[in-house]
């Protein structure tokens, strides 16, 4: 892909001006939108006039780790859209405790952000962070693990006195006792330092260093030749209300910056170019998975025409869609919080039978509540969208932490013969186009849907190519406006359960249709009629007839990815497709053949699945449990297929990945 | 046209209680009280003039809740106790539709007593009609929340240990606006009451006493004996001294050292102090306090008619309100500039 984006190379070192940030971003009110043409900006922040050492890096992971109340989730937010506005490719892992005031300065209460960048396409958040940035002993010690020596590591030097260091059992501290000699410690006293930024702001000493994470984003800023205005854009708009605040947290954000531009210790700085061969030309933003599956969701009902009803019950990590649905009421979005997961279905399902794309999002110990409802909506044989968010179970699980163990509560998580299509996103911006081929399933097929999510592809974030609204599928249906049976006297009538001979769709007849009054529910139907009908025979083709619907459902054709004729097929669902393709690649470079394929819809599978399978030696399945999607492939196709799988709350590592596909490939 | 239905179209032509029987046929025990149930309703459905498009009856499961099929509207016989959370979201979506729900004593206290007592505080334009034979009929005759203390059943051969529910005195502590209790064998009282119920903007609960001829046959022959039924049964009218019994012989004061209400027998020195029914008190304490009249074993002291009927702010009114106010505030949704968002940067091809 060719582009026209300047190479920031050529402004490196920045002698352009030196009027500082407050310029930059004069002109723009703080909630304006923001466009940016990439490469344009490194001009913006323009106050680089040191001569340090710069170095260009093709790709870096940073960690922000500190308290759960130090704001990290925020700072790695902003050291985000920095990044996303800079051009890079990117891609992100927030993880926090299920507890929403941990212990301060605990091991449980460590909340971190993990940010990976870079000036090519990536897949993941990265394995091992090059820098870590630790806010506290607790911070360090959670994280130390996952860092490789030589990496980077700021701490902040002011918590680590005694009580917090004895807190997380440090008898000596770390930044003395020579046990991070291996790293390339850089102390910060990032909390006086920000305490003395603030002096003139009249705040209390608490008040001023709840700044510090901003001067640690500054600091960071600095380092990596991050546009600062979004972020001084940002904090003015978020305390609005509040300027003192506001221009408090500007002013901690420059003292960080500042602080990287003047001090000995950051003798370096490095840059990481914008990954302009790495996006198709467009327009774009940063993106989390429930925005976009919650963009998706409007989108679809505006696709459709239809108003969007969601019915649902507060759950992590579900709850962001909920909330951001309720921010959208002027496209006629309905929102309601029921009192519990069933009410939250039911409300969905009877609004469904009234005409709305009804939506019910959840996760999974609500699915598991939800199951029976789902079983009227297939009976029912009216679209409905059941989005869950996997997190880790069983039971409450791990609320915060992702997992892939709910694929076969989906697929059969019902009485009866229930078969219920399943759609599963592969990335965050990747939520937004499944969220929209559910919908296209559910209201073709008049059936409920399954859009399972995780917490993973909920909470990270990545570049997203806004689409074009003439883009976007046309999701039109047509209700049932009148007669479509003629019976054996010539009288016309209208039969609930004639189907689509196609489709085999039922008609979608809403209340307030004259002359189309008719009765459902869930006892077994007549053919046709939809009367009840307790007959063997009818309930036996009843029965196989909903199945051969979901059997018929159009998807397209699953695609490999081959291009070394590999013996070895990996082949993943939902959001391992990140970290397999990462695997993948490492893989092939270092001359190591291996085909990919990446299903979308596990229910029906795409037509030539089993074609796919039988041509290759070994078929190995990555998955977030205990070999779900294995266990379907190897009944429904008699493959023997091998799972490797991970039960550990996290996304798999591209590394550990590539490892165990390595060995794959040799057995 | 009442208020709470104003939104709702009008039938073109005039209707009759034919137009309301489906071509299903009816498959209740002969005897069952639900039939006379199904009467009044196909009865009183005329009156309302509405478009039968526009009406819908959901239910849940049980064997009053099959009476949807029966109803020549749209419907929905739906599972166990879910009734009102799937009528919320229809009522909630669709003003133009009169939703009516039909619910057992099994299927509304018990699997569903939480949606219906959400229903309830919640005020969606709902009439819920909750059929109370004081016994699960369809799975042949255990007790239900509503049976007495000490029931002899299959499931409790040696007799019920837990405590009814009153489903008055409950709706009335749900925050419910309309409550209303009824008797499926009087026609008359029964129609008045839907009709009141039917006019209530907001969610309505009338209760109907239905005798299950099979498994607890003459649950209310108290209330339905001519003799007895002077003596148990107290006929609520608003603005009515609350009085009942051989000519009017007992009426119900306060009693003014509790506060609590009481049955005395109608004196020259007592007369002045009956109790005039006030179904439109602001307050809740005197409907329920007439609820806790009624003996759960013999029946004495049951109110029947309408014990409360206040308007509250109603669900589907002010959700439509706030859309509208999203629209006036942030304009039409325009989905584009949404997708945008704020931040954005272009890659030049
Ligand atoms: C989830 C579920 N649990 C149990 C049942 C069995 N069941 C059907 S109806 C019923 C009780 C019905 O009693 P009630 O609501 O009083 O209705 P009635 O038959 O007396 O009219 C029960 C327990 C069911 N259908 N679904
Ligand atoms: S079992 Fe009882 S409630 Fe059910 S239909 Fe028969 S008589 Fe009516
Ligand atoms: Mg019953």
């Known amino acids: 892909m060719t582009s026209q984006v300047s190479s920031p190379a050529e402004k490196a070192d920045g002698s352009d001006g030196a009027e500082g940030a407050e310029s930059a971003e004069s002109a723009e009110s703080a909630d304006a939108a923001h466009d940016t043409v990439v490469g344009e900006q490194r001009s913006t922040p323009g106050r680089r006039a040191s001569d340090k050492e710069v170095r260009r890096l093709d790709r870096v992971i940073i960690r922000f780790a500190g308290d759960s109340g130090d704001g990290m989730q925020l700072t790695g937010d902003r050291f985000t859209s920095e990044t996303a506005a800079f051009g890079n490719d990117l891609s992100t892992l927030p993880n926090f405790p299920a507890e929403i005031r941990a212990p301060a300065g605990t091991l449980p209460g460590v909340s971190s952000f993990q940010l990976h960048f870079a000036d090519h396409d990536i897949l993941t958040p990265g394995d091992a962070p090059n820098v870590l940035v630790a806010m506290n002993p607790a911070a360090l010690k959670a994280n130390i693990g996952d860092v490789p020596r030589g990496a980077d590591i700021i701490v902040n030097t002011d918590e680590f006195t005694k009580r917090p260091m004895a807190k997380v059992g440090y008898e000596t501290s770390p930044l003395e006792d020579g046990s991070l000699e291996a790293y390339n410690v850089h102390p910060v006293p990032l909390t006086t330092m920000t305490i003395e930024a603030l002096k003139d702001f009249g705040l209390s000493r608490k008040e001023a260093e709840r700044s510090k994470n901003m001067f640690a984003l500054g600091l960071l800023s600095w380092m990596y030749h991050r546009p600062t205005e979004g972020t001084e854009r940002f904090l003015r708009a978020k305390f609005a209300k509040k300027p003192q605040i506001a221009e408090a947290n500007v002013a901690a954000f420059r003292a960080g910056w500042n602080f990287g531009e003047t001090t000995e210790d950051f003798a370096v700085s490095y840059e990481v170019n914008p990954a302009t061969r790495a996006f198709p030309p467009g327009t774009y933003r940063n993106i989390s998975g429930n925005l976009a599956l919650s963009y998706g969701l409007i989108a679809a009902g505006q696709q459709a025409d239809l108003p969007l009803y969601l019915g649902s019950y507060p759950i992590t990590p579900a709850s962001d869609i909920l909330h951001e649905l309720s921010r959208h009421k002027n496209f006629g979005v309905r929102t309601f919080q029921a009192e519990d997961e069933i009410a939250a279905i039911g409300a969905a399902l009877g609004a469904a039978f009234g005409g709305q794309l009804a939506v019910t999002t959840t996760s999974g110990p609500g699915v598991a509540l939800k199951s029976e409802t789902i079983g009227l909506a297939v009976s029912l044989e009216l679209p409905l969208l059941v989005v869950a968010i996997q997190r880790g179970g069983p039971s409450t699980g791990l609320p915060t932490k992702t997992e892939q163990a709910d694929l076969l509560q989906a697929m059969y998580g019902r009485n009866g013969e229930a078969p219920v299509p399943i759609v599963a996103p592969r990335t965050p911006a990747d939520c937004f186009d499944a969220a929209m081929d559910a919908a296209r399933i559910a209201l073709t097929y008049r059936t409920p849907v399954f859009l399972l999510s995780d917490g993973y592809l909920a909470n990270g974030s990545e570049p997203w190519r806004i689409p074009e609204i003439d883009e976007l599928p046309d999701l039109r249906v047509q209700f049932a406006t009148g007669p479509n049976h003629e019976l054996a006297d010539g009288t016309e009538v209208f039969w609930p359960y004639k189907r689509d001979p196609q489709t085999l769709a039922r008609p979608w007849a809403v209340p307030g249709t004259p002359g189309l009054e008719h009765r459902i529910g869930g006892i077994e139907k007549q053919d046709g009629t939809g009367n009840i009908s307790y007959d063997p025979a009818n309930h036996d083709f009843m029965v196989r007839t909903r199945q051969a619907k979901i059997d018929g459902i159009e998807v397209p054709d699953l695609e490999v990815d081959d291009p070394d004729h590999a013996r070895t097929l990996v082949l993943g669902w939902g959001s391992t497709y990140g970290p397999i393709t990462a695997a993948v690649r490492r893989l092939r470079a270092a001359g190591t053949p291996i085909a990919q394929a990446h299903l979308r819809h596990l229910n029906p599978f795409p037509r030539n699945l089993g074609e796919i399978l039988a041509r290759y030696e070994k078929v190995v399945v990555p998955e977030m449990n205990l070999g779900q999607l294995a266990t379907l492939l190897r009944a429904k196709y008699l493959v023997d297929a091998h799972s490797y799988n991970q039960v550990n709350g996290m996304p798999f590592k591209a590394e550990q990945l590539a490892t165990a596909l390595k060995e794959a490939t040799h057995d | ?349």
């Open chain 2, 1 to 349: 046209m009442t208020e709470a239905l104003s939104l709702v179209p009008k039938a073109e032509a005039k209707q009759s209680m034919k137009d309301f029987k489906s071509d299903q046929e009816v498959r209740w025990c002969p005897g069952c009280g639900d039939y006379a149930v199904l009467a009044a309703v196909q009865g009183f459905m005329p009156e309302l003039g509405l478009a039968k498009e526009n009406i819908v009856f959901v239910s849940g499961i049980g064997c009053s809740s099959r009476f949807p099929y029966y109803m020549n509207t749209y419907g929905m016989h739906s599972i166990h106790g879910r009734a009102p959370a799937i009528a919320t979201g229809l009522a909630s979506s669709r003003r133009d539709l009169s939703v009516w729900v039909v619910t057992g004593d099994g299927d509304a206290l018990s699997i569903g007593g939480n949606h219906l007592i959400h229903a309830l505080r919640r005020n969606v334009n709902l009439k819920i009609l909750l059929f109370n034979n004081r016994i699960y009929g369809l799975t042949k005759g255990q007790y239900s929340p509503t049976s007495e203390v000490g029931k002899i059943t299959k499931s409790t051969p040696m007799g019920s240990l837990d405590a009814p529910f009153n489903p008055v005195s409950l709706a009335i502590g749900a925050e419910a606006g309309f409550v209303a209790r009824t008797v499926d064998s009087d026609r008359k009282h029964l129609t008045e009451v839907l009709r009141q119920a039917a006019d209530h903007p907001g969610t309505a609960l009338v209760e109907i006493y239905q005798n299950c001829n099979i498994f607890n046959d003459g649950a209310f022959d108290a209330l339905k004996d001519k003799q007895q039924a002077e003596e148990a049964v107290i006929r609520l009218e608003h603005g009515q001294p609350i009085r009942f019994g051989a000519d009017g012989s007992k009426g119900v004061v306060r009693d003014p050292a509790t506060g609590d209400l009481k049955v005395v027998t109608v004196t020259a020195e007592t007369e002045a102090r009956i109790l005039v029914h006030d179904a439109h008190a602001a307050s809740p304490t005197t409907a329920f306090a007439l609820s806790r009249l009624a003996d759960p074993d013999t029946l004495h002291h049951t109110p029947i008619g309408v014990l409360r009927s206040v308007e509250r702010p109603v669900y589907d009114t002010l959700m439509a309100d706030q859309l509208d106010a999203a629209i006036e505030q942030h304009g039409k949704g325009d989905l584009s500039a949404l997708l945008a968002g704020n931040d954005t940067w272009t890659v030049v091809g």
